[in-house]
């Protein structure tokens, strides 16, 4: 009997399902924050930045554009592959799609951290 093969599949399902979730259930707060009540100056910015000294608001900003990012990146690849009739590139297209989630994420950390 052979051993079984340890395949990533599974975990980028996993980020896949858990950005959509995130993205669905936060992404419409901040677009009204940032895109109508900011701008409306209901919120100031110095509010904004009081929020964004505290640690644990950083690392859930993190964690949101981490999921985000690889919920887009699992939708372009699969997209890419299905409609454009481009599985035979499946590993370059995945190391492209989840690289750049990869490298959006490290952004982020840069920019908050």
Known sequence: MSPLRRRAEPYLWLLFGGGGVVSAMTLPALVLILGVLV????????????????????????????????????????TAEELLGIARWDRLIALTCYGLALAGTAITVLILF
């Not at 509010?47 to 981490?66: E, F, I, K, P």
């Open 39 to 78: 701008p409306l100056g209901v919120l100031s910015r110095p509010d904004l930045t009081a929020l964004l000294s505290n640690v644990l608001v950083r690392l859930a900003l993190v964690g949101l554009v981490l999921l985000a990012l690889f919920h887009a990146a699992h939708r372009i690849r699969f």
